[in-house]
Antibody
Framework: EVQLVESGGGLVQPGGSLRLSCAASGFTFSNYYMIWVRQAPGKGLVWVSYISGDGASIRYADSVQGRFSVSRDNAKNSLYLQMNSLRVDDTAVYYC????????????WGQGTLVTVSS | EIVMTQSPATLSVSPGERATLSCRASQSITSNLGWYQQKPGQAPRLLIYGASTRATGIPARFSGSGSGTEFTLTISSLQSEDFAVYYCRQYYDWPLTFGGGTKVEIK
């Protein structure tokens, strides 16, 4: 069974940092791109970042470029999102999810972790 | 960036009735579109991919159609568990973009 479990969310002051983790199981993690998607309270879904299976290809949404950094450790089946210079408008539930071109049916999401940026 | 526009924002439907949700792309995305269902406090769940293919385990009452810039999700006979928010998402190009969502509520 595929499972994605996010952790690391919490309350942080504006300008602060936070590192999110996503633990994957039930599939060959290194074979898949992974994405982060966020959802502000009461709002829609917004893509944040992707990372290729080998970590060589990375991209960010303009809103987080230069502040967020995505990485992965395939030996630990884990995905990370380092968030720096956090702003109030980064407040959201952050989801990790699988992403693939070859089997669009392979689409799994974690339960999300809430990041609240507030003074 | 490809902008995805969903309509209506809210759809009030009685159980057993048909619901038709629309999604429009700002440029052609061929069939590179997925539909998601999200219930309060839960992660999105894939319903449809490739604009018209049901994901694993999705009931046949859910169907998708369209290509290019105009897409439709139809729920043929709404069940109580179908009242939720529905999002379309394009994966034709980066950045991935989602529509603003359609909330299907009980009439």
């Amino acid at each position: 069974e595929v499972q994605l479990v996010e952790s690391g969310g919490g309350l942080v002051q504006p300008g602060g940092s936070l590192r999110l983790s996503c633990a994957a199981s039930g599939f060959t993690f290194s074979n898949y791109y992974m994405i982060w998607v966020r959802q502000a309270p009461g709002k829609g879904l917004v893509w944040v970042s992707y990372i290729s299976g080998d970590g060589a290809s990375i991209r960010y949404a303009d809103s987080v470029q230069g502040r967020f950094s995505v990485s992965r450790d395939n030996a630990k089946n884990s995905l990370y999102l380092q968030m720096n210079s956090l702003r109030v408008d980064d407040t959201a539930v952050y989801y990790c999810a699988t992403y693939t071109w070859t089997d669009r049916n392979f689409d799994y999401w974690g339960q999300g972790t809430l990041v609240t940026v507030s003074s | 960036e490809i902008v995805m526009t969903q309509s209506p924002a809210t759809l009030s439907v009685s159980p057993g009735e048909r619901a038709t949700l629309s999604c429009r792309a700002s440029q052609s995305i061929t069939s590179n579109l997925g539909w998601y269902q999200q219930k309060p406090g839960q992660a999105p769940r894939l319903l449809i991919y490739g604009a018209s293919t049901r994901a694993t385990g999705i009931p046949a009452r859910f169907s998708g159609s369209g290509s290019g810039t105009e897409f439709t999700l139809t729920i043929s006979s709404l069940q109580s568990e179908d009242f939720a928010v529905y999002y379309c998402r394009q994966y034709y190009d980066w950045p991935l973009t989602f529509g603003g969502g359609t909330k299907v509520e009980i009439k």
